[in-house]
């Protein structure tokens, strides 16, 4: 690496466990008692497209299926169900083959999907008078219609209580997305004072040198530390009870000393947070994409 090239590590990039203590091993899903997920064809097929079905062990699989010129059969899961991009050479029993080899698979990808759609119009209920939405691990009340200035919080932002209230500033009738945009400003302010508290705690601890920290709104990482001594954390961790963003601060810490999840790494996350595993595995059961839904 030349002296001028940043290495990226990010939060469970790679995430092999301290030798002393290894993660529990997660056991495979099963399909045995799950209810067929419903996969429907597209409103409208791209020119050349067309719908084609086929029958597994498990359930009938739709999928959309697309000729090209690659050189062999590709399957994705996106906005318009179950795509197949198969070379115009290969039969139509080699493609219906490939959907049966992969169903396990593909049914994963479209049940995840549908529950994360699911989720998502959940959530967009909590945008609005009586929400509730996770703060520091409890969950607090959204009340609009404030009419002072700024907005209020009723407790003591470092440590809130279940069930107090968060006094928006905004019209009682205020769209969701307003209020959504209005929360999620707030609660970025908070993870600016509550992680720069944290962090100075840790590198006191640490004794190692931080150049600059800064929040991320990344959709697919919590934190991560390069080698020129920069912290990104994301400001989605302020839904997380303190523990939990303390393990996240403690990681990005010790990546100051050692840039990459070997044991003398995993030592210095111990070193400054004993009984840390508890929170990463807690951590390891969230993505950054679905939060605010805990």
């Known amino acids: 690496m030349t002296s001028n090239s940043t290495e990226q590590l990010a939060l469970f990039d790679t995430p092999p466990a301290p030798p002393a203590a290894p993660p529990p091993a997660i056991a495979p899903a099963t399909h ?16 050349g497209a067309r719908w084609r079905e086929v029958d597994t062990p498990t359930q009938p699989i739709g999928f959309v299926l697309r000729r090209s010129r690659r050189t062999s059969i590709g399957l994705t899961v996106g906005d318009d169900g179950i795509v197949v991009t198969a070379p115009k050479w290969v039969t139509l029993a080699q493609v219906d083959g490939a959907v049966r080899e992969k169903a396990r698979w593909l ?42 200035h700024g907005h209020i919080f009723e407790g003591e932002p470092a440590k809130p209580q279940a069930g107090q209230v968060l006094h928006l500033a905004l019209p009682a009738d205020a769209d969701s997305s307003r209020v959504r945009d209005t929360v999620h400003a707030w609660l970025q302010n908070m993870a600016k004072r509550q992680f720069d508290e944290r962090l100075q705690h840790f590198l006191q601890r640490s004794g190692a040198v931080m150049q600059r920290w800064r929040l991320s709104s990344a959709n697919t990482r919590w934190g991560s530390c390069n080698s020129e001594g920069n912290i990104m954390l994301n400001w989605r961790l302020i839904h997380f009870e303190p523990v939990i963003i303390d393990y996240v601060i403690a990681h990005e810490v010790a990546h100051l000393r050692h840039m990459n999840h070997g044991p003398a790494f995993w030592q210095e996350v111990g070193r400054l947070m004993p009984g840390f595993e508890s929170a990463r595995q807690t951590l390891r059961n969230h993505h950054p994409a679905t939060l605010p839904l805990l």
């Open 32 to 47: 045995t008692n799950e209810a067929p997920i419903p996969i429907a064809c597209p409103a409208q097929l791209a020119p």
């Open 107 to 148: 049914l994963d990808k479209m049940r995840q999907r549908h529950r994360r759609q699911q989720q998502l119009a959940m959530a967009e209920t909590q945008w609005r008078e009586g929400g509730r939405v996770p703060y520091m691990g409890q969950f607090i009340t959204l009340r609009l219609g404030h009419s002072g």
